[in-house]
């Protein structure tokens, strides 16, 4: 098999994840400003401790607020989780090159957001997200075992 179909595959998941990540499906370019940096209120837009939103968002859903508590823990990791199997099938990426990747990918996504004011710059979403990107990862690593161990008994 070649890698012609996952590497379609993977644009099609690169645009989707763009889409729900940077435009956010249903927030369109409404709202972009490119000078955003400039904006006096940019800091209440940036959360640089860790585990504060995550914490904040487990804390909503233990009460019943399941909403964007629960979109954002479960959004996020569902979103990611694929990028990190791509990487290594692929790319054949070492874990700490993917490991790189996705906190240099998830990053860029989270100034890209702030900068342009289609959303915030939030540290919890960079750890979600290098967290399920190298989750994705290690599912990879189990697949290839288990197809090479397959293959060995054929």
Do not use: C, H, W
């Not at 889409?19 to 370019?29: A, E, T, Y």
């Amino acid at each position: 098999m070649t890698n012609q179909p996952m590497k379609i595959l993977f644009m099609i998941y690169m645009l989707f994840l763009f889409l729900f990540v940077i435009i956010k499906i249903d927030n369109g370019l409404r709202g972009i400003n490119l000078f955003n940096i400039f904006d006096p209120n940019i800091s209440l837009r940036v959360n640089l401790v860790p585990f504060e939103t995550i914490q904040a968002n487990f804390s909503a859903i233990q009460y019943g607020f399941y909403g964007n508590a629960f979109f954002n823990l479960v959004g996020n990791t569902i979103a990611f989780l694929p990028l990190g199997f791509f990487l290594g099938y692929l790319y054949k990426y070492s874990f700490i090159k993917t490991a790189l990747l996705s906190f240099l990918i998830s990053s860029s996504f989270e100034v890209f957001q702030l900068l342009t004011n289609l959303g915030r710059f939030d540290i919890d979403d960079i750890i979600l997200n290098v967290g399920s990107i190298i989750i994705g990862y290690l599912m990879y690593r189990i697949f290839k075992i288990i197809k090479e161990s397959i293959s060995r008994l054929n």
